[in-house]
């Protein structure tokens, strides 16, 4: 079993609709978790952060992170075509700045 | 605005050639990395390099070596290219900061024929 796994997709959704991605995870000393997206063709780039457990919302996005489950999510809310790419988690354990990444999730919101 | 480049977009060697991957940050990082990238596998760690002339290797090192001669450069070499090191290769820093936010470059996709 991988430490982190992630469903790869794709995930494909009308525009406008909410949007759920999840990760779960097996280590219990993560600590940070993060989301980044990647378009095609370019780097991942960080999205989302999240210290420890609860939410964090930034504009159509919330991040939840539930460590009693190992489970973490993030939410896009009024999906547009803009935001399809694929879509990694990524945590570690404090003290260590080596994060362990998901596979991605491919998602493609059509018009 | 925080930059992370690599040398090459695109890239195809032949097999046995040695291939030098470079990356250059300009966040005055300490903590620099190199990852490929495969369908349905994911971000693999190459190696990564916490220190000027420092390495350590990652989870698949197998194939690769690295140099890291200054804060700002960090190099990945194949020695000698096989087919099965095609992918698409990501360079990434980060600084000693709590968060571990990794800044990435745009990648080298690479062809070995």
Redesign the interface.
Known sequence: QKEVEQDPGPLSVPEGAIVSLNCTYSNSAFQYFMWYRQYSRKGPELLMYTYSSGNKEDGRFTAQVDKSSKYISLFIRDSQPSDSATYLCAMSPGGSYIPTFGRGTSLIVHP | DVK?TQSSRYLVKRTGEKVFLECVQDMDHE?M?WYRQDP????R?IY?S?DVKMKEKGDIPEGYSVSREKKERFSLILESASTNQTSMY?C?S?D?G??????????T?LTVL
């Open positions: 992370v903590n990395f349905g596998l994911g971000l760690l990564f916490y990501l990434a980060t000693r709590p968060n571990n936010e990794q800044f990435f470059g745009p990648g996709r």
